[in-house]
T-cell receptor, first 112, second 108 residues
């Protein structure tokens, strides 16, 4: 069966520090991969999505970047965190051509 | 951009009662999905309804879709305390666009 792993679960980082959040999927090949951010009490905002290795699409301009070095690995990064980067980050995957998305458990990022 | 908008924003009911949440969207869709999110956790897919369907059931869940009004509703029958969560509608193919969600509180 397919599983998605996202870590860490919580993270407190100072302003100006770098960020690396990792997401891996098991049990499937060539998935679509997504990074979403959720502000407190809000819906989900799509940040990045990828349909294949090295293929990244960005939905909104921001202080973050994403990379897909391997088929089932998706990484969210920042060189210098801002206070406004605080939030709940969710990784998700879907089968290409299928709509249903499967989410990781999320990372609560607090920038102080 | 926000495609789906759920209402109410929050709903508080007693166990055994039914809970109805609504979703409105702006553009034409191929399908609409509902997801559930427990506090501080990831989202879990509940049900998908296609644009040519008007109603769909899954256990205690009933979803309706009215494409003429660009709206959908999620009904949870005989609610339980464990149904306490946020519920989101989502539209799109591949990249999903989510509403802001309805926070449901079911009290024992």
């Amino acid at each position: 069966s397919q599983t998605i792993h996202q870590w860490p679960a919580t993270l407190v980082q100072p302003v100006g520090s770098p960020l690396s959040l990792e997401c891996t999927v098991e049990g499937t090949s060539n998935p679509n991969l997504y990074w979403y951010r959720q502000a407190a009490g809000r819906g989900l905002q799509l940040l990045f999505y990828s349909v294949g290795i090295g293929q990244i699409s960005s939905e909104v301009p921001q202080n973050l970047s994403a990379s897909r070095p391997q088929d089932r690995q998706f990484i969210l990064s920042s060189k210098k965190l801002l206070l406004s980067d605080s939030g709940f980050y969710l990784c998700a995957w879907s089968v290409q051509g299928v709509t249903e998305a499967f989410f990781g458990q999320g990372t609560r990022l607090t920038v102080v | 951009s926000q495609q789906g908008e759920e209402d109410p924003q929050a709903l508080s009911i007693q166990e055994g009662e039914n809970a109805t949440m609504n979703c409105s969207y702006k553009t034409s869709i191929n399908n609409l999905q509902w997801y559930r999110q427990n506090s501080g956790r990831g989202l879990v897919h509940l049900i998908l309804i296609r644009s040519n369907e008007r109603e769909k059931h899954s256990g205690r869940l009933r979803v309706t879709l009215d494409t003429s009004k660009k709206s959908s509703s999620l009904l949870i029958t005989a609610s339980r305390a464990a149904d306490t969560a946020s519920y989101f509608c989502a539209t799109g193919l591949g990249t999903l666009t989510f509403g802001k969600g309805t926070m449901l509180l079911v009290s024992p």
